[in-house]
Every structure is written in structure tokens, then in C-alpha cells.
């Protein structure tokens, strides 16, 4: 064996060891945007998808009952993530495709999680300048400006202070490649869209969606500025205003950065403004909520679980608390997400083809994805997160609003039908009846919960 062997085969043991695969120990259904897949792995080379997706949100013709099975060909030579089949930034562990099945996850939901585009950390990116305000300082972490002491041009660097935003802008670009390449596209097809979609995200004051542009406008919109940790409001305000600023998104944005009312004749006139024939416009819901006050309460894990599984959702946006996270869907109690928690060189876009051209590179894409599955119990997340749903038509709004309401236990959600149309002093009809007591089995005010003993915090 030769050195480099030993030392590639050092690593993949002590990565192992300090950061396992996750493995599929659940018989529970797994649901990944609205996407149903079959948990019973019972023979390694074969699962099942179950779509319940409507059309709109599909590639192909088959309808919600339709069942497509995936095989993988025992003969076809392993693939590593030396071949792409893994990300180049946090593959703890390199794993073929006998390994991965060892693990029990569907291939086809690995195909899934594998096509959710992961934006993180990078570093050595053209300078974000520092904020002249001097109480700037105490807002930032202390290992924020441990990390930026001598950085006197400026930030080039998100690692410790920019996850919320970079989960934000997963959550963005997931939307627009549902709305660009389909909700059936996989890595490895239509790649030049694929890269043209990335570098709207590059790491350059001049690409709309850039680390930058988020930075910009929390400093002049939010009061939040470079170096500062984005909240779900901020980053929901930013969404916004920077899809706004780019028309070419063909995307509108409805924000409620501070809860989660939605008013269906605000949302219509959002989704039509740019219309004079009142043509819906592709729309994207966020909606900024505390489910609890240092964890979610349970009375809400029902609905937040209801939430990715619509066909219309685009994940959350949060976490752990101060730990930002971007959440894709669930099997049981557990939450997939993606991390952002990675830190990689800037993506930045480089000649290509000799003729002057810039272009992200094809090492830059693969870093944007990975089949590496991580999982967080509901019970450890922060209660506060940024829900998004995309809705394509009048039509797909009506069925998004009808499972929202049709939604099993204590919803998240309110659709009301318009907004009220002046302050009265007097709380919305219903208010104090949504709100929800944590009890730590305390005598007292324990004693008037519900009946049914499901009384939370709010």
C-alpha cells in the first residue's frame, strides 16, 4: 500500500469513527419535498418512490397513484465521490454504492437529496467592508472577530456568521431549480442550466443572489450588518427584496418575515402585480415562525411534518439555536437537512472556454451537492425557522391553502382572506385560542390545560 493509499485509508477510518453514516434504522415512510419514498428497503437493489406531488410539480405524466421503481445494476461499476457521486466539501466519509446500500437508504431517495442544491461557507471571496458603526462590534461572536482580526479590508469569509443566510439562499435556489429544470431533474442532466442557476449565487458583489447582496441589504433594510448572524426575519426581508430586484427570476416573492398569517388578496395582488392582465406569476412563500420558546412545542411537530410533505414546499430554513440548517424533509422524528457548517473556497465565476467567458467550473458545481444524509431529531431543533412553499398558479394556491387547512393537529399556518384593513386595538378573532403552554408537570397552572392534555408552549 502505498503511502497515499495509507493515508486515504487513515482518514475514511477516523471519519468514520468520529462522524458516521447516517443509517436508515426507521420503517417509517420518508418524505423529501412533498415526495413519498418507501422505507421497507427489503432487497438492497431495488426501492419505490411514491409521488404525491400533483402535475404541476412533476416532469411526468404519472398520476399521484403511480408508483416508478428504481433499480440499481449489481454489475455497474462502484462509483465514489472521486466520480462526482459524492460532494467534494463534506464526505466524511467516501462511500460506494455497496456501502451506501449497506446503509439502507433508498437509491432513489438518495438521487432526491442529491439534486438539492447546498450552499455554505465559503472563504476568499472579494471583501464584504466592515460596518463603521462601532457598537457593530458587540453584536458579533467572539470567535467572529477572533477569526477577522487582521481582515482590515473587510470580511472574505461567512464561516461563523453567515449559516441563516446561506440556508436562506439554499432555499432560494432550490426554488428556482424546481421552477428551471423540474422537480425530476437529478445531477448530471441539462448542465449547463444547471451551472447558470448556480452562478446567480456566486460569491461576487455583482451576482444577484451573492453572500454580498444578502449583506447589503440586511445592513440597509434589517439593521443587520457583515459579521452579524441573520435571524429567519432578516432573511426573509432579503429574500425578498433581492428576487424582487431580479426580474429575470420570473419568481415573486410574498414575505411574512415575524408569523405565519398568510392573506390570500395580498398574496394574489403580490403574484399579479407585474401583470396588467392579472397573469399569476410563479410565487414563493415564506413565512418567518417560533414554534416555542427553546424548542418546539409538541403540539406543533404534526403540522411542521405536514408542511414538507405538501408538494409545494421548498424546506425550511433554521435549526439549532444560533446553527442555521436547511430542512428537506423527515422520516419519523428525525429531519434531513443540509449543512452549511462547511467551509470551501468562494464560488467564483472563471474563464471558460477561452474566449473570455466566465463560468462557474464543473469541480464548483459538484461541490453545490452531496448524498451524504444527515438527520436531526424535531425535539433538538430551534424553535425558530423560515417555512417556504412555492406556488405556480390561482390553482395551485387553492390546493396549497386546502392542505393547509385540512392539516392535523395544531396548525402553523393561518389563510385568511384578506388583511384587516385598520389597527382596532383588539386581537384577531382566535388568537388567544392558538396559543399553546409548555407544562413541566408543575402543579397550578398545569391543572388548567386542555383536556386533552396537549397544552404547550407557544
Sequence with gaps: MSNTDFSRFTKHVVQYFWDPPARNEDAADIWCLGRRYDSRYLDARQSKVISTSPSAHSDSDASPADSAVVTVDPQKPEETAENGRDDLANSRATLTVSEEEALGWPADFLDDMEARIWLFYRSGFPPIARSNDPSVSS???????LRNLGAQGGFTSDTGWGCMIRSGQSLLANSLALLQLGRDWRVGQREQEHMELLALFADTPEA?????????????????????????SATARSLQALTDKYSLANLRVYARPDDSDVYAESLL???????????????????????????????YHAALKAALAMPQSVGIAGGRPSSSHYFTGYQGEQFF??????TRPALLPNDVGGGGEKGLSGEDVRTCHTRRIR???IAEMDPSMLLGFLVRSREDFE??????????????VHVHEREPRYATGVERAGAVDEVETWDEGTEGEGEEKEEDGEGDES
Design 269 to 299: 395582488a403580490t403574484a399579479t402585480q407585474k401583470h396588467p392582465d392579472d397573469v399569476f406569476e410563479p410565487t414563493l412563500i415564506v413565512l418567518g415562525v417560533r414554534l416555542g420558546i427553546d424548542r418546539i412545542t409538541p403540539v
Design 139 to 145: 453584536a458579533m461572536s467572539f470567535s467572529t472577530k
Design 208 to 232: 444577484p443572489f451573492s453572500i454580498h447582496k444578502f449583506v447589503e441589504h440586511g445592513a440597509q433594510a434589517c439593521g443587520k450588518h457583515p459579521g452579524e448572524w441573520f435571524g429567519p
Design 337 to 342: 437537512y443540509l449543512d452549511p457548517h462547511t
Design 375 to 377: 438527520k436531526l431529531r
Design 399 to 412: 390546493e396549497w391553502r386546502k392542505g393547509i387547512e385540512s392539516v392535523v393537529g395544531k396548525a402553523i
